[in-house]
């Protein structure tokens, strides 16, 4: 009650913070203006009562998370900011998540996989019976004395879990809850484009609950690991290790590409650490038309062993260079 007038003589905030939640349950206590409010929200009391603000300038759900300490830390009008919406929304059996992998050729290609699923369904066999706590009604309702008054709250009833009903009669097949445990096949289409991350939605494709109605199945693409490919967005990375001579005289040479080769010309001089772009080879935009492009970081080998054919050749070069000057730069990281 730390906003309550009589805690804070002299504090004007709180005790427009009180007047605010005294206005604010009016509304909720009182049906008429409770059926209003779950219809048209806030906007239904804007410059409600002779004069005063009202709910212009506040948010109902705001001032009452502020007097949890009042209710145990809980909310007990979190029922009411829903509008009775979340309690009478239809039920559904649970969600089934799922990871597959993919190749970088199937996100490049598409494709399809088939994965067996294993869900919950309703036994054959299995009958209910209305729930004894809540009547049938799926929900219960909760009087609550408080400084504000006497309070009604309605949630999600305990023993049926708002579907209204409990089993009457339990299969030998299934569970406690009349569910038996499937195995299916499903196939898989892979969209192109797809990273790690993205995850596709199957309505209706999750286990049943006991009205037969099923959740959803969600599944979420992981990118197998490619033995010299990488991936950076919509770009293909590969590192392409080449020889002294073709970085200083040049060279055209083929790569491997997701689909086949490409040919990559070497421009003479090129620098360890260099990156070509091949456009048009990485991967397909998702949801968007175009492609990456494939980019190649070209490394130089330096010989560590030399026949003494390659050693003169490379100690005349030394020689003839060995004369210029070493220039310093500065060290990029």
Do not use: W
Request: a positive charge; one cysteine or more; hydrophobic letters at 30%.
């Amino acid at each position: 009650m730390k906003y309550h007038p009589d805690r804070n003589p002299d504090n004007k905030e709180a005790e427009n913070k009180f007047k605010e939640a005294a206005e604010a349950y009016s509304v909720l206590s009182d049906s008429s203006k409770r059926q209003q409010y779950d219809q048209f929200g806030h906007s239904a009391f804007n410059g409600m009562g002779g004069g005063q603000a009202g709910f212009s300038s506040m948010n109902m759900e705001d001032i009452f998370s502020q007097f949890g300490d009042i209710f145990g830390g809980n909310n007990p009008f979190e029922s009411f900011f829903s509008g009775g919406r979340a309690a009478s929304r239809a039920r559904t059996g649970g969600d089934v998540k799922v990871k597959i992998k993919v190749t970088y050729a199937e996100i490049v290609n598409g494709g399809s996989k088939k994965i067996k699923l294993k869900k919950l369904k309703l036994a054959d066999g299995a009958t209910f019976t209305n729930c004894s706590m809540c009547g049938g009604s799926g929900q219960v309702t909760k009087v609550t004395n408080s400084f504000l008054g006497q309070m009604r709250s309605t949630s999600i009833c305990p023993k049926c879990k708002g579907y209204g009903k409990v089993i009457d009669h339990i299969p030998s097949s299934s569970d406690k809850n009349g569910m038996v445990k499937v195995e299916e096949t499903i196939k898989i289409n892979i969209p192109v484009g797809v990273e790690n991350g993205n995850y596709m939605t199957l309505e209706s494709q999750g286990h049943e609950d006991i009205n037969k109605t099923s959740g959803d199945l969600y599944v979420f693409f992981e990118e197998e690991v490619h033995e010299y490919f990488s991936r950076y967005g919509d770009d293909l990375l590969l590192q392409v290790r080449i020889g002294f001579s073709q970085a200083v005289f040049g060279d055209k040479i083929e790569v491997p590409t997701i689909n086949g080769k490409a040919n990559l010309k070497i421009p003479a001089g090129i620098e360890p650490g260099q990156i070509l772009r091949i456009r048009g080879k990485g991967f397909p935009r998702l949801r968007r038309s175009g492609r990456g492009d494939q980019l190649v970081k070209i490394q130089i080998d330096i010989p560590k062993k030399l026949s003494s054919d390659e050693k003169k050749i490379i100690k005349d070069y030394h020689d003839i260079t060995a004369s210029k000057s070493i220039n310093f730069e500065k060290f990029d990281d």
